[in-house]
């Protein structure tokens, strides 16, 4: 299995934090997040990573070869040379790509400006299916990426769900949705290609495309979990007050 981590994005609600690093650089109790979710994905026997980078590319690259030798890891950097016109529609096809045309694998993929609890990346390496962790416990807003799963059927102790996406994105009506996709996710390696198609498709209609939007198509063709948080802890850092609230979840952690 290989962790992907998309590190690409320009932050520009985060400056001046993000001035001269991009996000997954940023550090908390002296680690980056980066490091701290390479580590968390280690805990589960992944020793091979692949890295997007765009924003402040050097410093990611001049960052991996001491995580390399700190944790005698593999870490392949590529790079979304047109990060700033993209979304990570893109910067996932070219993870995904590159994993379909290297051997195929199982790969667990995750927005670099994600702080979660490692029970989270636990429960996803641990299903064989395609899947996503999806927030049952949080309240919504206008600003989280909602998804309705019709068809549901649940496990015995009601963690994973079972279904087809209906809908997908932050457009959504609240009080219909399921819940809210975290960014993190895993693709099966019996799904690559057909994953890798629905990006190409994505792609063509519109670079600005989020990868997210693959998995609505994916469900209707490949059965997808989708790992419920049951209250599982865990942000994205889109803004200051969210950077707040990560430093809050990482000592809770620790701790």
């Not at 299995?1 to 985060?14: D, E, F, K, P, Y």
């Not at 992944?46 to 590319?57: A, D, H, P, Q, S």
């Not at 641990?126 to 996503?132: A, G, I, M, P, Y």
């Given at each position: ?14 400056m001046?934090?993000t001035?001269d ?19 968390n994905?280690?805990n ?23 995580l ?5 890891i593999k870490v392949?950097i590529i ?23 290297n051997g195929?694998d199982?790969f667990?993929?995750i ?5 979660v609890?490692?029970e989270?990346i ?14 049952n ?12 799963i019709?068809n ?20 959504i009506?609240?009080?219909?949705s ?6 993190v996710?895993?693709v099966?390696?019996?799904d ?36 419920l948080?049951n ?14 609230q ?6 809770e952690?620790?701790?």
């Open positions: 299995m290989i962790g992907v981590i998309l590190s690409a994005g320009m932050g520009t609600r985060l001046p934090l001035k690093k991009p996000k997954p650089l940023l550090e908390i109790n002296e680690v980056t997040l980066l490091e701290r979710m390479i580590k994905l280690m589960e026997d992944i020793t091979e990573f692949i890295v997007i980078v765009g924003y402040n590319k050097e410093k990611v690259i001049e960052f991996a070869p001491i390399e030798e700190k944790y005698d392949k790079e979304n040379e047109n990060y700033d016109t993209t979304n990570t529609s893109v910067s996932t096809y070219l993870a995904s790509k590159y994993i379909e045309d195929k199982d667990i993929l927005n670099g400006d994600n702080v609890d490692p989270i636990t429960r996803i390496a641990e299903r064989e299916n395609t899947s996503l962790i999806v927030d416990f949080k309240d919504l807003n206008e600003e989280s990426f909602k998804l309705i019709e549901e059927t649940f496990n015995e102790d009601n963690t994973i769900a079972n279904g087809t996406i209906k809908e997908i994105g932050k457009g009506d609240i009080p219909s399921t819940g809210e996709f975290i960014g996710s895993k099966s390696s019996s690559i290609v057909k994953f890798n198609e629905i990006l190409e498709d994505l792609m063509e209609e519109d670079k600005q495309n989020y990868y997210d939007f693959a998995y609505k198509p994916l469900s209707t063709i490949s059965p997808i979990d989708f790992v948080t209250g599982l802890k865990w942000t994205e850092i889109d803004d200051h007050n969210d950077w707040e990560a430093q809050k979840l990482i000592n952690f620790e701790n």
